[in-house]
């Protein structure tokens, strides 16, 4: 309803405005009513106050509700009040605003030191709960990468870590033919560098295939031992179908770097971690490249067709000539082609009499005198697969092509040729504890470093003779 001017008071009661008059006509503006009123038409009514009341919420149809301060709120308030946060309203009044003043600042705990700490603690909790969940996700997950089997799942994966494109090939039991008998070093020898290569594997996700030489009893009849590297190496093929590079490693090497993947140490860049002109380093003083007029372009060439596709075979070279005790093989049609060929009994009737490294000088020679091998050939240095020690290839260990070296930190060492008057099993152990000091972890030096300084500080110092 909407006024014309202000109500105001007038004298002798009521109001200025008549839509704010009472309809008491008995009643002035100063009295509250009465239980009874003279009705609208001047005459009397005897309903009372509360009656009129009541029918007015029935009328509303919202019955009037009060809680009284019983029931359920008042059994129930004083746990509410006291779940509430207390306020220090004494000492500190740096909480200044005009309506609430002597109000001090919120500290849990009625204030004390312990309370202000994780208060504060609580609210640098609260604005780094984010960014502490992010950190926490990122080390769990790292955990469960490297806990449980994902990583190797990862690392096997072809489009990914691409271990599954690489079997390493282990000649095992050596000493199990029938030439030889095999005594406590030899198989100290051959636990350390089988738990070396499945340590490797397990860490990059690669195959190891172990070769039981225990089958050599199966070439004694034709004196072919020590020939079964080409007969395994098809095998391990038929059993990887899907791998591409085929790794043949003697049981006298030793993986010296683990942290060394073969991707990233050759085949990712293996166009310049190799050569194919073998002009580079000729110890057998082969004729390079062939000058015959009906070969084609390829097999003219010092390097083939220069391709990287095109290797299918990586042969480290020492101060002899090939050396088989460490080299990769290419799944393909030219890699069956050599291996047949390569096993080929008439050749080996023909001329194994000659060839006094078997197979070997077999490949050397078919290196030598076949065209089509040279452009599908490369050559990786010594020392990047196959490094020697001290004693192969010279007494004092001095060529740098050809030894190993600490500082660079070698990949593979080779004991080769240490059954002839050396320490097979001495050479072993001496550069499996170098790897292992060579490759601890930040904790195991930290170790070490403290071990170091307990036993300095233990240790008595020498006193000083007093000069008279």
């Known amino acids: 309803m909407s006024l014309s001017r202000s109500p105001s008071p007038r004298h002798g009661g009521g109001w200025s405005s008549p839509g704010l008059n009472t309809p008491y006509g008995s009643t002035s503006g100063r009295s509250?009513?009465?239980?009874?009123?003279?009705?609208?038409?001047?005459?009397?009514?005897?309903?009372?106050?509360?009656?009129?009341?009541?029918?007015?919420?029935?009328?509303?149809?919202?019955?009037?509700?009060?809680?009284?301060?019983?029931?359920?709120?008042?059994?129930?308030?004083?746990?509410?009040?006291?779940?509430?946060?207390?306020?220090?309203?004494?000492?500190?009044?740096?909480?200044?605003?005009?309506e609430k003043l002597g109000r001090g600042r919120w500290y849990l705990g009625n204030g004390s030191q312990a309370g202000?700490?994780?208060?504060?603690?609580?609210?640098?909790?609260?604005?780094?709960?984010?960014?502490?969940?992010?950190?926490?996700?990122?080390i769990v997950a790292v955990i469960i990468f490297y806990v449980?089997?994902?990583?190797?799942?990862?690392?096997?994966?072809?489009?990914?870590?691409?271990?599954?494109?690489?079997?390493?090939?282990?000649?095992?039991?050596?000493?199990?033919?029938?030439?030889?008998?095999?005594?406590?070093?030899?198989?100290?020898?051959?636990?350390?560098?089988?738990?070396?290569?499945?340590?490797?594997?397990?860490?990059?996700?690669?195959?190891?295939?172990?070769?039981?030489m225990g089958t050599k009893k199966r070439y004694a009849h034709?004196?072919?031992?020590?020939?079964?590297?080409?007969?395994?190496?098809?095998?391990?093929?038929?059993?990887?179908?899907?791998?591409?590079?085929?790794?043949?490693?003697?049981l006298t090497t030793f993986i010296m770097e683990p942290s060394y993947s073969l991707q990233s140490h050759i085949?990712?860049?293996?166009?310049?971690?190799?050569?194919?002109?073998?002009?580079?380093?000729?110890?057998?003083?082969?004729?390079?490249?062939?000058?015959?007029?009906?070969?084609?372009?390829?097999?003219?060439?010092?390097i083939g067709d220069g391709k990287p596709e095109s290797i299918n075979l990586l042969v480290p070279q020492d101060c002899g000539g090939f050396n088989l005790g460490s080299f990769f093989v290419r799944r393909g049609a030219w890699t069956d082609r050599l291996l047949d060929i390569w096993w080929d009994p008439v050749a080996y009737e023909q001329r194994h009499m000659e060839w006094e490294h078997k197979e070997q000088d077999a490949l050397?020679?078919?290196y030598a005198n076949h065209p089509w091998i040279r452009p599908h050939t490369a050559f990786v240095p010594q020392r990047k697969i196959n490094s020697f020690p001290p004693g192969a290839c010279g007494e004092n260990g001095e060529d740098a092509r050809i030894h190993y070296q600490e500082r660079d930190r070698d990949f593979v060492v080779n004991m080769a040729g240490c059954e002839w008057g050396?320490?097979?099993?001495?050479e072993m152990y001496n550069y499996r504890e170098l790897s292992n000091t060579l490759n601890r972890t930040?904790?195991?030096?930290?170790?070490?470093?403290?071990?170091?300084?307990?036993k300095d500080w233990k240790q008595p110092k020498p006193k000083k003779d007093k000069m008279d």
């Open 32 to 98: 509250s009513p009465t239980k009874s009123y003279t009705g609208l038409n001047g005459g009397s009514n005897n309903v009372t106050w509360a009656s009129a009341k009541a029918k007015s919420d029935e009328i509303k149809g919202y019955p009037a509700f009060s809680t009284k301060n019983n029931g359920f709120f008042k059994r129930q308030v004083r746990n509410i009040s006291e779940s509430l946060p207390r306020f220090n309203a004494g000492g500190r009044r740096n909480y200044s605003e005009k």
């Open 116 to 138: 202000r700490v994780r208060s504060c603690a609580g609210r640098i909790f609260r604005r780094m709960r984010l960014r502490f969940l992010l950190v926490l996700g990122f």
């Open 422 to 426: 050396r320490d097979c099993w001495g």
């Open 364 to 366: 050397e020679y078919l």
């Open 222 to 250: 034709e004196w072919r031992e020590s020939w079964e590297k080409v007969d395994t190496i098809r095998n391990a093929m038929r059993k990887y179908p899907k791998a591409e590079w085929f790794w043949w490693m003697d």
């Open 442 to 454: 930040r904790w195991e030096k930290f170790k070490e470093w403290i071990s170091a300084k307990v």
């Open 267 to 302: 085949f990712n860049q293996i166009s310049s971690n190799t050569y194919r002109d073998i002009n580079e380093y000729n110890p057998l003083n082969i004729t390079h490249p062939f000058t015959a007029d009906y070969l084609d372009t390829d097999s003219l060439s010092t």
């Open 148 to 212: 449980t089997p994902v990583h190797q799942i990862y690392r096997r994966a072809s489009l990914l870590g691409g271990g599954s494109k690489f079997v390493i090939i282990l000649a095992a039991n050596q000493g199990g033919g029938v030439m030889e008998w095999k005594g406590p070093r030899e198989w100290a020898i051959e636990r350390d560098s089988i738990r070396n290569k499945r340590k490797y594997v397990n860490k990059w996700g690669y195959d190891l295939e172990i070769a039981d």
